[in-house]
């Protein structure tokens, strides 16, 4: 089975619709999704309800659409974060609101685990290190643990004993799932790349082949930075589209 893994789309339509076309020509049709469908970008409302729409066989709870069920996360966003996400509720209807709400902090499957931050700290932690790897190695089931957070593409490899890092800077990229291997991977954001790439990162995971395949698809980002513009998001979180940032 080929199955779509994407997260951090973060309000940016645009984008998210660019993932899906690229996704159907793929012929995918299976998805899981790693957290974070609001914040940042001026459509969240619209996101949600497509994101919603799909086969989803895993969908969990970012940082960002936590705020409704764990209010004291909002210390730890910064000026820009915390003025697109009460622009953001000002624009969520009631059913997306509850939608969000209920989204498990962690999800498991057939060989998988998905989670936005780590397995130990599902929701505030940035899954970025092998020390990470070792002390969460335990607290995921099967053999990929599936992330998000970042904004970041790249996959951990490794074992009890062993861990490697690679950061995916390629628009086409396959990795080869060795039996022998655990990983942790991380397709990147879908609408806030922050890699110095700004097109849209996401992938897809072959369970027969064994292979996670990276790509990039570039988008016109020009209609959601105008929106944003238009609700009087901040100048960073506009200009940072054009800049993967």
């Known amino acids: 089975m080929k199955i779509g893994v994407f997260s951090d789309v973060h309000g940016n339509l645009e984008a998210l619709n660019a993932c899906l076309d690229r996704y159907k020509k793929e012929g995918i049709k299976n998805f899981i999704y790693c957290g974070d469908m609001i914040g940042y970008g001026p459509d969240p409302e ?8 799909l086969n989803l066989i895993a969908c969990v709870l970012g940082n960002h659409d936590a705020i409704f069920v764990q209010p004291e996360l909002e210390a730890f966003f910064n000026y820009d974060a915390k003025t697109a996400l009460e622009s953001n509720k000002k624009l969520l209807s009631e059913k997306s609101i509850r939608y969000l709400s209920a989204l498990p902090a962690v999800e ?8 936005h931050g780590t397995p130990a700290d599902p929701i ?25 957070h970042s904004h970041l593409p790249f996959y951990m490899k490794g074992s009890s004993r062993s861990c490697t890092i690679y950061l995916n800077k390629k628009e086409d990229a396959t990795v080869r799932l060795n039996d022998k291997c655990r990983y942790v991977i991380n397709p990147g954001s879908v609408g806030k790349p922050r890699d110095n790439n ?45 800049l993967g940032l």
């Open 46 to 53: 619209k996101c949600v309800r497509k994101i919603a729409d």
């Open 108 to 115: 498991h499957g057939t060989d998988f685990t998905v989670v």
């Open 124 to 148: 505030k932690e940035y899954f970025s290190s092998c020390s990470q790897f070792y002390s969460n190695y335990d607290l995921w089931q099967g053999r990929v643990c599936f992330v998000g």
């Open 198 to 242: 700004p097109h849209a990162s996401f992938g897809i995971w072959d369970t027969g082949a064994k292979t996670f395949r990276f790509l990039r698809q570039p988008y016109d980002f020009r209609p959601t930075q105008e929106k944003m513009l238009q609700q009087k998001l901040p100048s960073f979180l506009i200009d940072s589209l054009a």
